[in-house]
């Protein structure tokens, strides 16, 4: 293995960053600590009851810590503070002085009523960067209303194209509209901290799960922007690749993926059934997808001998994508999650690991998730608080 100083590894790409994130739940969470991941110093301000999510178990790993919250909020200080006082709003005021970044995903119009409007924002802190995250958006029809995941995954038709074709509409089972909309935010993040590289000055970055989600209706919004087409449910087929698709083997399921026609003749030549790469009606993947219900009716029987493991490695050795479908536990114990370093462990702390791997300013896991308030003093201390201003905003209830 070669070693960082080969590889000239510097301090992660975005130290020197600073992000106050009083968001909850999922979405902002999660784009501070992929802000984090990679070398921000990332502030959490948590509200006196704590984020939602705390209590979003079991499992629980603390008295007040779910291994959901666990998720998404490493590599943070966290700091417990009552934004609806005006002692409250002073502390977080200060913050901003020293921030580069604030993410938020309050009702809309909760920070203008704290005295934090859009245009005192930009008047006092130019530079900052302010992300707001929200279910609907500000503007429109439906601006300003409240949304989850799965109301996103609804309104926008992405649960009408999931699950199986003769089935009811199935949310994604992940929270797949919050958790890209942390990414999104977080691109639109960095997009924004360039912008400033040219500019001087910072911006709002605004993004909803209701917007990711209808982003993510590819390629079914293609087609019917394009010609019409209402996307259907296939299951874990694709709608315009065949075969593309889950078979049962002799020992579990295994997915399968042909993409084109060289890798289909492969297929059907490792099941023993090379002749369907001359059948007229597999001939082209139009030509399969036409007929994908003949074609899968052949290719069943001949999967379903098969050991899972032997026949995707056999298919993948001749270049076509395949794998046994795992569960979670079994893809997070698999060696090679496990080799791509997918999987972290610090101080009792097990999550996933950081997906984006830069060579040489990596990003690194330093920090546990916090208890909440853990670093109220510490935070306190470094904005320039003396001993008695801390302890009159604990007496006052303002900071936990």
């Excluded at 709003?89 to 309050?106: C, G, P, S, Y």
Aim: glycine share 12%; charged share 20%.
């Amino acid at each position: 293995m070669s070693t960082a100083s080969e590889h000239g590894q510097q301090s992660p790409a975005l130290t020197g960053i600073r992000v106050v994130d009083l968001s909850r739940v999922l979405a902002g969470p999660l784009c501070a600590q992929l802000l984090a991941d990679h070398g921000a110093e990332v502030i959490k301000v948590e509200p006196p009851r704590g984020d939602e999510t705390r209590a979003w178990g079991p499992p629980f790993v603390g008295p007040d810590t779910s291994a959901y919250f666990t998720g998404v909020n490493r590599n943070k200080a966290n700091l417990c503070l009552d934004l609806a006082r005006p002692s409250g709003q002073r502390v977080l005021a200060d913050l901003l002085d020293r921030a580069d970044v604030v993410i938020e995903n309050f009702k809309a119009g909760t920070l203008a009523r704290w005295g934090f409007t859009d245009e005192r924002i930009r008047s006092r802190w130019p530079g900052l960067i302010h992300c707001r995250i929200t279910g609907f958006g500000v503007d429109g029809p439906m601006g300003g209303l409240p949304g989850y995941d799965a109301v996103a995954q609804a309104f926008s038709g992405l649960m009408s194209v999931n699950g199986e074709p003769d089935g009811e509409p199935l949310r994604v089972g992940v929270p797949i509209a919050d958790m890209v909309t942390g990414i999104y935010a977080c691109t639109g993040i960095l997009l924004a901290l360039q912008a400033r590289q040219r500019t001087g000055t910072g911006q709002l970055v605004d993004c909803n799960l209701v917007n990711t989600a209808v982003s993510l209706l590819h390629p079914h919004s293609a087609a019917y922007l394009m010609a019409g087409q209402v996307g259907r449910r296939t299951g874990s087929a694709h709608p315009t690749i065949a075969p593309y698709n889950s078979f049962p083997a002799a020992d579990g399921p295994i997915f399968i993926g042909a993409g084109n026609d060289s890798q289909f003749r492969r297929l059907v030549a490792v099941l023993g059934i090379p002749e369907l790469g001359d059948d007229r009606r597999f001939l082209g993947n139009g030509d399969r997808v036409a007929h994908r219900d003949a074609l899968e009716g052949e290719l069943r029987p001949r999967i379903a001998t098969w050991q899972r493991e032997p026949l995707a490695k056999e298919l993948l050795a001749l270049g076509i994508p395949a794998t046994p479908i795992h569960d979670v536990g079994e893809a997070l114990d698999d060696a090679h999650v496990r080799g791509q370093e997918m999987v972290v462990e610090l101080d009792g702390y097990r999550g996933t690991g950081i997906p984006i791997k830069l060579r040489d300013t990596p990003g690194r896991v330093v920090s546990a998730p916090r208890s909440r308030g853990a670093d109220s003093e510490a935070v306190l201390r470094d904005l320039g608080y003396d001993e008695s201003g801390i302890a009159a905003l604990f007496d006052d209830g303002t900071v936990d």
